[in-house]
Nanobody, 123 residues
Framework: QLKLVESGGGLVQPGGSLRLSCAASGFTLASYGIGWFRQAPGKEREGILCDAMGDGIKYYADSLRGRFTISRDNAKNTVDLQMHSLKPEDTAVYYC????????????????WGQGTQVTVSS
């Protein structure tokens, strides 16, 4: 059974950094496109970026390029979202999602989702 579990969320001060992790089980991440998303209170879900073997890293939100990046550890079957220079507006529930294949789909094209992890940026 395919399962994704996010971890690493919490409270961080503005300007700080945080690394979120998404652990996959029941399948091999290497042959999937992996995306990170977030949903702030009262707002629609926002795509952040995707990584796939055929595309490399593709940003859905260009405004986050330079502060957010993704890294895979295929041996551990995990993928991390590294976030730097965090701002209060980055406060949201963060989700990872996957879709089988070598390329990144559009933000609506992911088929399996984790339960999310809360990130709060506040002093």
């Amino acid at each position: 059974q395919l399962k994704l579990v996010e971890s690493g969320g919490g409270l961080v001060q503005p300007g700080g950094s945080l690394r979120l992790s998404c652990a996959a089980s029941g399948f091999t991440l290497a042959s999937y496109g992996i995306g990170w998303f977030r949903q702030a209170p009262g707002k629609e879900r926002e795509g952040i970026l995707c990584d796939a073997m055929g595309d490399g890293i593709k940003y859905y939100a260009d405004s986050l390029r330079g502060r957010f990046t993704i890294s895979r550890d295929n041996a551990k079957n995990t993928v991390d979202l590294q976030m730097h220079s965090l701002k209060p507006e980055d406060t949201a529930v963060y989700y990872c999602a996957v879709r089988p294949g070598w390329y990144c789909p559009g933000p609506e094209g992911f088929s399996s989702w984790g339960q999310g992890t809360q990130v709060t940026v506040s002093s």
